[in-house]
């Protein structure tokens, strides 16, 4: 997600300078995975950027789940399955329009003032 972000706010071909960087790093996990929950707001999102974000949670929580649960177990067909899921959301996300991203880029990135 960090690198759909600055992809889309700084340009792919900027990746080298340190404006892409820092919009790289700009982006907070959990301020992330807030935003990415906040189904209010994603309904104005198309399919492809609502399952981005759904994964990206879901995603989230499986790898805190293998990080810190020393019982946690898998099979490596379901990390296989995963990666391909992964691979298929952010290729659909970054199928839609610069606008689209750009939004939910400003979505994930920025906190809502009232």
């Excluded at 689209?100 to 906190?111: E, G, P, T």
Aim: with cysteine; proline share 2%.
């Amino acid at each position: 997600m960090a690198g759909c972000c600055a992809d889309t706010l700084i340009g792919k071909t900027e990746r080298k300078t340190e404006s892409w960087r820092r919009a790289y790093r700009a982006l907070n996990h959990g301020e992330a995975r807030k935003a990415c929950r906040r189904s209010s707001e994603l309904h104005v999102f198309p399919q492809e950027a609502r399952n981005f974000a759904r994964l990206f949670v879901d995603l989230q929580d499986e790898r805190h789940e293998a990080d810190y649960d020393p019982g946690w177990r898998c099979f490596k067909s379901d990390i296989e399955n995963r990666i391909g899921d992964a691979g298929s959301a952010i290729s659909d996300f970054e199928a839609l329009g610069t606008r689209v991203r750009r939004a939910f880029a400003a979505h994930v990135l920025f906190k809502r003032r009232s």
